[in-house]
């Protein structure tokens, strides 16, 4: 089956520790993305990337970190300089399309708290 | 820049009634995209449809039906008949043609009541 995979689904964190989330997607897609939902509100981004080896900062990026060393893989470290980061992450990917922007597909989330 | 506004925070209805959820979208390109999620309480985003600014065809999916004004900068989606399985948060976003980020509304929470 094809699809995004995230994990763990759970993670908690004690306050100055850095984690790392993981996405691994199978659908050979290009562009992967990073959003963080707080309760109640809209989903707001990350970083994203469109090929491999290359990354943007999206909307919200300070105090995260990522990497895109495998087309499959975009994992996202949240770092202790990241004040409030107690939230819902998902992980979406898409494929360019030839007739404009493709619909994305996310993951099914990790909820980080920070204790 | 660009804008999506989903001003109904929380609708409650009973099953088998029809509901509406606003869209309200800005952007300065000419060329976009309009995108509708559902995100049942599980949390993975569910992909609804996805509307060009060319094609303000309304279309229906089932129950599922979809207005398209580019009049008033309005994607709004209606569900018929609601049933519970259908309470979940609903997003709108929208993507311009030369843009990398999907910008999200802030989501209506939808509860359908047995």
């Known amino acids: 089956d094809g699809g995004i995979t995230q994990s763990p689904k759970y993670l908690f964190r004690k306050e100055g520790q850095n984690v790392t989330l993981s996405c691994e997607q199978n659908?050979?897609?290009?562009?992967m993305y990073w959003y963080r939902q707080d309760p109640g509100q809209g989903l707001r981004l990350i970083y994203y990337?469109?090929?491999?080896?290359?990354?943007q900062k999206g909307d919200i990026a300070e105090g995260y970190s990522v990497s895109r060393e495998k087309k499959e893989s975009f994992p996202l470290t949240v770092t202790s300089a990241q004040k409030n980061p107690t939230a819902f992450y998902l992980c979406?990917?898409?494929?360019?399309?030839?007739?404009?922007?493709?619909?994305?597909?996310f993951g099914p989330g990790t909820r980080l708290t920070v204790l | 820049a660009q804008k999506v506004t989903q001003a109904q925070t929380e609708i409650s209805v009973v099953e088998k009634e029809d509901v509406t959820l606003d869209c309200v979208y800005e952007t300065r390109d000419t060329t976009y995209y309009l995108f509708w999620y559902k995100q049942p309480p599980s949390g993975e985003l569910v992909f609804l449809i996805r509307r060009n600014s060319f094609d303000e065809q309304n279309e229906i999916s089932g129950r599922y039906s979809w207005n398209f004004q580019k009049s008033t900068s309005s994607f709004n989606f209606t569900i018929t008949a609601s049933q519970v399985v259908d309470s979940a948060v609903y997003f709108c976003?929208?993507?311009?043609?030369?843009?990398?980020?999907?910008?999200f509304g802030g989501g209506t929470r939808l509860m359908v009541k047995p």
């Open positions: 990337s469109q090929i491999v080896n290359d990354f």
């Open positions: 979406a990917s898409t494929i360019p399309g030839l007739a404009g922007h493709n619909e994305q597909f």
């Open positions: 659908l050979n897609h290009d562009a």
């Open positions: 976003a929208l993507i311009n043609n030369a843009g990398n980020m999907l910008t």
